[in-house]
């Protein structure tokens, strides 16, 4: 069974840089389009990126466009998030979750469509 596993996420301050890293398990992960997702308290979970399954299609939501950047190795069954000049509003958990799709594509406007969430990373910016 597939399971995901984020990490990397830990307290920044603004204007610095983490890397989260999506680790599959249990299933190969070049069948699967990955998203990543946020939640911060109170809010509810949104869409931040998602990858295709050959990674040649990729999306951002409007605010970490050209801030964050997604890509995979599927190689080490592994996705990961970029995410450079971090604002306080980047505050939130972040999760992973896998698309099972027959297109080289990946959902943006609905959760729906993934499952096998990973339990999330912790992202807190602040100075």
């Known amino acids: 069974q597939l399971q995901l596993v984020e990490s990397g996420g830990g307290l920044v301050q603004p204007g610095g840089s983490l890397r989260l890293s999506c680790v599959a398990s249990?299933?190969?992960?070049?069948?699967?389009?990955i998203g990543w997702f946020r939640q911060a308290p109170g809010k509810e979970r949104e869409v931040v990126s998602c990858i295709s399954r050959s990674g040649g299609r990729s999306y951002y939501t409007g605010s970490v466009l050209g801030r964050f950047t997604i890509s995979r190795d599927n190689a080490k069954n592994t996705v990961y998030l970029q995410m450079n000049n971090l604002k306080p509003e980047d505050t939130a958990t972040y999760y992973c979750?896998?698309?099972?799709?027959?297109?080289?594509?990946?959902?943006?406007?609905?959760?729906?469509?993934?499952?096998?969430w990973g339990q999330g990373t912790q992202v807190t910016v602040s100075s």
């Open positions: 979750a896998a698309e099972n799709t027959a297109y080289d594509l990946c959902s943006t406007d609905s959760l729906s469509p993934y499952d096998n």
């Open positions: 249990g299933f190969t992960l070049d069948a699967l389009a």
